[in-house]
């Protein structure tokens, strides 16, 4: 896949085992993100998915872990046509400050093939035993003092 690695002297997003879904990310900046902050980490890079392709930018189950960092939009969606410079925006959920320096890995990005759909507007949808149920309408989800 062509990249333009413009955040010189940084690693390319890798996987970190041969195994591994997402390839690590890091962050191009330095930046402090205060308790309940959010900001949109500049990585440097800028890339060209193959059309059919995108890639979701997820967060590190580490740092939501230990520190309370996320991904607000999870999975953050990278169309195949887009030339700007990928961003990764974090939270910080936690109750401290989080320091991000130039290099740290902030979040791993996986390529995903895309199903685009056509409508097909219709009068009536085929009935199901679902039917209109939803939200909690198979039950599962007892109120307390219910
Ligand atoms: O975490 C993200 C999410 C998006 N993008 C970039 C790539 C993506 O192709 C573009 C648009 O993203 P999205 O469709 O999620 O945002 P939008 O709010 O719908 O903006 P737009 O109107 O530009 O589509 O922004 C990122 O760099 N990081
Ligand atoms: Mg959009």
Not at 20 to 49: C, F, K, N, Q, Y
Not at 71 to 94: M, Q
Not at 101 to 126: F, H, K, M, S, Y
Request: hydrophobic share 40%.
């Amino acid at each position: 896949m062509k990249i333009l690695p413009h955040g010189q002297g940084l690693d390319l997003p890798a996987y970190a085992t041969d195994g591994a879904a997402g390839m690590d990310v890091v962050s191009a900046e330095d930046v402090t993100l205060a308790p309940g902050a959010r900001h949109a980490v500049a990585t440097g890079l800028a890339m060209a998915i193959p059309p059919g392709f995108e890639i979701q930018v997820r967060p590190r189950s580490g740092l939501a872990l230990k520190h309370g960092i996320s991904v607000p939009n999870a999975p953050g969606t990278i169309d195949s046509d887009y030339r700007g410079e990928l961003k990764v925006i974090l939270i910080n959920h936690g109750a401290q400050p989080f320091e991000i320096l130039r290099g740290d890995r902030v979040a791993q990005l996986v390529l995903a093939p895309v199903t685009r759909a056509a409508w097909l507007p219709v009068q009536e949808l085929e009935s199901t035993e679902r039917g209109e149920g939803g939200f909690g309408s198979t039950g599962g989800v007892v109120a307390l003092g219910s």
